[in-house]
């Protein structure tokens, strides 16, 4: 059975409190075939991506069914700095197969190392050039393999018809049912 | 034709912009963002960029004013003003904000002073050169769209 593949379309959530670099970085998205989402803070992002200040495991799904591929945020910002989101996202567990890049204008050897340790895939120094953007995908892919695992993990555990740990399948059953209900919009190859 | 001389002019410009230091290579970055489905890229970031200057201007004029000067706000603006200017390839207003920086952290508000009016001075002459490219770029649009009626 012939099987169509679809230009798969990635999204991009873009988090710079400066206006002009998010003109900017939205531009190097677009021309590289991202769809994206920009907004000026790291609060907005969380929210965005469905993650409130309550740490509930809500799926990475925003207000408008968008699924985002990465996230590429600038680490100098009022309130809530890039490494904070950064450790957010990696601290939820709905969150933390999303990868993260960070953008700084300064290049500071410790900050860079800080942000790598805590789970950043990758540290652009600022301004953010055309040819960074192929350093996107690997990472996308990446994150949506790690993402297909953990699916394929939990399918298994349902199927096994001998299950000692009843409360870990209860806790994936809901995992499961919430993932099979969450609209995905990102069109994957699939082999029948 | 008009629009091929109007063309020459922008050209000469912009190369003598980068010959002077007031530009550099990540202003030919925004050109190569622009393309036929986004005309008008360059003006737009230039616009943002001049205004988003004069109101930080604006705003560390008035620090600077101050008797007791407030050194890590004026520090906070600058490095905006810094990472704008180095967004938009405006390499000598870029310059000027890395040396007003330097003052900031040695609290000298002599050399913040200074820093500043070079900053100013920087920016006013950058300003008045985007203000002919622009006048450019809008001149040679209108013929183009003109040719395509």
Redesign the interface.
Request: charged share 20%; aromatic share 10%; no cysteine.
């Given at each position: 059975m012939a099987v169509v593949a679809t230009e798969t379309q990635y999204r991009v959530l873009a988090v710079d409190d400066n206006l002009l670099d998010r003109k900017l970085i939205e531009r190097l998205l677009k021309t590289s075939s991202y769809q994206v989402t920009t907004v000026d803070s790291g609060s907005k992002a969380l929210q965005f991506l469905g993650l409130q200040d309550d740490q509930s495991n809500s799926p990475p799904v925003s207000s408008d069914q968008h699924v985002i591929n990465l996230v590429i945020t600038d680490y100098c910002m009022p309130e809530m700095t890039g490494y904070d989101l950064l450790k957010r996202i990696k601290e939820s567990s709905s969150l933390k197969d999303i990868p993260v890049v960070i953008m700084s204008s300064e290049n500071v050897p410790s900050r860079i190392n800080r942000c790598l340790e805590e789970g950043a895939e990758e540290f652009f120094l600022k301004p953010v050039q055309l040819s960074d953007m192929k350093r996107l995908k690997p990472h996308i892919l990446k994150g949506k393999y790690k993402e297909q695992q953990q699916q394929e993990v939990l399918q298994n555990n349902n199927n096994t018809s001998s299950n000692n740990n009843s409360n870990k399948r209860k806790a994936m059953d809901d995992e499961t049912s919430r993932e099979m209900t969450r609209p995905r919009l990102t069109s994957s190859l699939t082999v029948l | 034709m008009a629009a091929t001389a109007l063309r020459e002019q922008l050209n000469g410009l912009v190369n003598s912009m980068f010959a002077e230091g007031l530009l550099d290579q990540?202003f030919q970055?925004?050109q190569?963002?622009q393309?036929g489905s986004?005309p008008g890229?360059v003006a737009?970031?230039v616009t943002?960029?001049c205004e988003?200057s004069e109101r930080i201007l604006t705003e560390l004029t008035k620090l600077m004013d101050q008797a007791l000067v407030d050194y890590s706000k004026v520090d906070a603006y600058v490095?905006?003003l810094?990472?704008?200017s180095?967004?938009?390839?405006a390499q000598n207003v870029k310059l000027a904000c890395i040396q007003f920086r330097q003052f900031c952290e040695e609290n000298n508000k002599e050399g913040c002073v200074r820093a500043l009016n070079v900053v100013k001075h920087e920016y006013y002459r950058l300003r008045s050169k985007f203000e002919t490219m622009l006048q450019l770029e809008s001149r040679i649009q209108a013929y183009e769209n003109k040719q395509q009626n």
């Open positions: - | 990540q970055q925004l190569m963002l393309d986004t890229f737009e970031v943002l960029f988003d490095h905006q810094k990472g704008s180095s967004s938009v390839g």
